[in-house]
């Protein structure tokens, strides 16, 4: 099967070794066609944010936050400078990429051509521009620190493997190569060179081992120590793999009884190991003689055995009992695999793409995701979950779960987990940016929180969700007048009536609702209605103001409220409902009855057709 393919740093939660910090597994790489970029990640992920709109209630007419132009996806990225030295063309190339970084096609273009033109620091430039966008794309890492040993920068070349790492440690594919870089790099005779190569595949191991699909880096493992004659190792590398659930878990058990059938058990296991599997032996088959006065003055197990018959018989007896133990490993990792095993079928593209996953694979990873966490060690979740984000890096639903989870193991692992998003994969999309916001605020980071807001309102302005989310913020602080400020400013700044004429009620609400100004909500309401006569939510929003008051000391005020609908120049049968509840009002709470018959009888003849009546 493909190796999956993605993801930065791991989150704190998990306990890995300096070089990596866990992520998911590598696999092809994500070159797409012209075809294909059509489907980009704007079509991604769109129902977790369109929830957050209606929660929201935006405005008629603001804009979609799944519908951002290219212009404003880039307008907050100041583009590295291009230097005159680079090849002809690469500045072509170059805007394409800085005019929209959501562009792939255009990505793949522009690095296909520094690959053609051979100019390094081109390639450099443009490589790592690509990486701070998709850093998920093993290919490429890979492709990059090839260009770098072309030109004979082995160090470089090295350090470009060792950054890949860090963004996808649980590439196996990526260790794979890092390590046949290695050997054919250094000198394997040295022995720098032999603790430098164990080092990478410890580390290898340990960020990508538990991961279903890590077979390969793992027999790999035991090979290269199988080359160095180091048997105890290669078993004590088989003991840990065979309780992992891996794909090929069954034919690493009958490889494994191979090595310890083709090799003597004293080269096989340490020293500890063999004396006490010896012990265990001799007390089995009685082998001590206990009229022997000699033997009291030894550890039982550990003299030597002389007899040629019974040496035969204790190497079998040692193998026997040796693959017997790991045999209760193996059919308690069996199980494992076989609650996993459905899981794993399903997963058809483990690999990142910018392509929509289809809804089945969706479904599948939420599935194999919420079996992990009810049954599995918090080791085995944090992988699967770095694991479903390379495949599913551009759906918000998946990054918010990562961090619920993470919340009842590490605080950090959980602001790291929403840093990634944001600043890597989900630079656009609201719902994670208003968690991330939330997340900081609850930990008692107020400038963080703001901070959050006010760079994701730049970058995608015009979201009534996010500044709505600013004025909650501040209103929360007891900073009142911050808040009040947030929503004049976004009056001044709306685009449209209605985007101003929503802001106009938040504002007036929060006047009245938050700081019992009766009088400022008031005038909010009126100056609103000036400028867009026409909006019935404001007439409505009036009224209710109105109403919240004194009704026998604020009759006159809600009358004229009445008087500025019914005169306005809304359409007759929203002008006649006016008209209405005026009757009403004066029925149920008036102190004139002269004015309550008047307004009936006007009202009366306007509903048989002559409105004009009431005008």
Known sequence: MAESQVVTEEPAASQ?????????????????????VKDSQSNTADASSMGVVEMEQSPEGSPNVNTVSSQDQDQCVQPPQVDTSFPEEFAKFWQVVMDNTQDFTGWTYLLQYVEQENHILAARKAFDEFFRHYPYCYGYWKKYADFEKRHGNIKEAEEVYQRGLQSIPLSVDLWIHYINFMKDSYDNSHPETVSRIRCAFEHGVLAAGTDFRSDRVWEMYINWETEQLNLKAVTGIYTRLLGIPTQQYSHHFQRFKEHIQNNLPKACVTVEEFLRLRRELAAANDHMNSGD?????????????????????EIENMRHRIIEIHQEIFNHNEHEVSKRWRFEEGIKRPYFHVKPLEKAQLKNWNEYLDFEIENGTNERVVVLFERCLIACALYEEFWIKYAKYLESHSI?????????ACVIHLQKKPLVHLLWSAFEEQQGNINEARRILKSFEESVPGLP???????????????????????????KISKSPNESTFYAVKLARLLFKVQKNLLDARKVLLEAIEKNPESTKLYLNLLELEYSGDLRQNEENILICFDKAVH???SIEKRLIFCQRKVEFLEDFGSDVHKFLRNKSAYDLATTGDFQVVV
């Open 16 to 36: 890995l070794p300096p070089l990596v910090e866990i992520s998911s597994t590598s696999g092809p790489d994500a070159v797409v066609s012209s075809t294909d």
């Open 293 to 313: 006065s000699s033997a009291d003055d030894i550890p039982p197990g550990t003299e030597d055995i002389k007899d040629p018959a019974k040496l035969v018989t």
């Open 412 to 420: 950090e692992g959980v602001r790291h987990v929403y840093s990634r």
């Open 465 to 491: 969700m996010v500044r709505l989310r600013r004025v909650s913020l501040e209103r929360r602080l007891g900073n009142l007048e911050d808040a009040v400020l947030l929503l004049q400013d976004a009056i």
């Open 568 to 570: 306005s120049t809304l």
